[in-house]
């Protein structure tokens, strides 16, 4: 008879179509190294026979957008259910208070999950140093010139990225890692957030400030805080009032943050630019205004992962599958406590 211990059971819970987009080649070799993987299919509910059947199997879920409720009546389909691992980041929406009492570990991809939003945060902050919101009518409008006439005048002082003044809203894991990027740039970075002591700030390399102060102080300002009752439009028109004028605001978080019809006026007025990502509603009408600002660069939700990063979220889930089937406790396991102070 073999030693080798028997491997958990595995089922996918997400719309139809992630697993392949998400496990490549690689993360199959490692992921059917690690457990049993009941089925290549993924479920966005267990109610088919066929499914309830792999459900009342499986010892592991792993879990993607598209997952249904780890409710009471999914978890007493599911008694040998020992880890869910998320390979996304936020879990708020398939957590409920059954789930909670069944002391189930639940793990997310959320560090990894972060790192292509804090890079393209960024490259936009160094964007809209350079003006890039409005480049695209400068080149216009300068068609056919030769040669260094053809860019932006030297003189314009709100532009460039020397001793510019970084605000950053959230010390969240994405926020955190961003303000890492600007301190190893030599950026002046603020940070706000009432989760994170001055000293904790401090030893990030930047200086902890009120969200007014901040406000104030900042020539760019990038929120990262999470979607709480308190967060909603944080920043509203008294906040967008309080900025710099030629100040830009980046948001690769959530619409939630901000208040759109605050937002328009004041970029309609040109006073500050903006770069969204995320906004409210996502997507904006075709008829919004908001398309047609020139001091506006509107992104489709692209800063999170997409594409090839998407298989760092298979390798943040077979990390943790690795670790739970070696007894050793999770890398980014996620408690009920937290909930309050995470996305």
Do not use: C
């Not at 299919?41 to 792999?54: G, H, I, M, Q």
């Not at 480049?135 to 030769?146: E, S, V, Y």
């Not at 860019?151 to 314009?156: P, Q, W």
């Not at 710099?244 to 619409?255: E, K, M, Y």
């Amino acid at each position: 008879m073999s030693d080798t211990p028997a491997r958990p059971k595995l089922v996918f819970a997400m719309n139809q179509g992630l697993v392949p987009r998400i496990f490549g080649a690689e993360q199959w070799v490692r992921l059917q190294a690690v457990a049993d993987v009941l089925s290549p299919v993924s479920y966005t509910d267990f109610n088919t026979p066929e499914a309830a059947e792999l459900l009342k199997q499986a010892e592991i879920i792993v879990g993607a957008w598209g997952a249904p409720a780890l409710d009471q009546d999914l978890l007493e389909k599911a008694p040998n259910l020992r880890l869910v691992a998320y390979a996304a980041a936020s879990i708020r929406a398939i957590t409920t208070p059954a789930f909670w009492r069944a002391g189930i570990p639940i793990t997310s991809a959320v560090a990894a999950m972060a790192v292509p939003v804090a890079e393209f945060t960024y490259a936009a902050i160094i964007m809209t140093g350079k003006d890039v919101i409005n480049i695209r009518d400068i080149n216009r409008q300068q068609r056919g010139a030769q040669g260094f006439g053809s860019r932006i005048g030297l003189d314009v002082s709100h532009l460039g990225n020397y001793g510019r003044r970084i605000g950053i809203v959230g010390a969240s894991r994405i926020g955190r890692l961003v303000i890492a990027m600007l301190v190893r740039s030599g950026y002046a970075v603020a940070v706000y957030d009432p989760f994170a002591s001055p000293a904790d700030v401090e030893k990030m390399g930047a200086q902890a400030m009120g969200l007014d102060q901040l406000l104030e102080w900042s020539h760019t300002v990038s929120l990262h805080a999470p979607i709480l009752p308190e967060t909603r439009h944080m920043i509203g028109a008294r906040e967008l009032g309080l900025m710099r004028d030629n100040a830009v605001l980046i948001n690769t978080a959530r619409g939630w943050l901000v208040d759109h019809d605050a937002l328009l006026a004041e970029l309609q007025r040109g006073r500050i630019r903006a770069w969204i990502d995320t906004p409210d509603p996502e997507p904006f009408p075709p008829d919004s205004p908001f398309y047609d600002l020139p001091n506006l660069v509107l992104t489709p939700h692209i800063a999170g992962t997409m594409g090839n990063e998407l298989h760092s979220l298979a390798e943040a889930a077979i990390n943790e599958i690795e670790r739970f089937v070696a007894g050793l406790p999770p890398l980014d396991p996620v408690l009920e406590q937290s909930l309050d102070r995470i996305a």
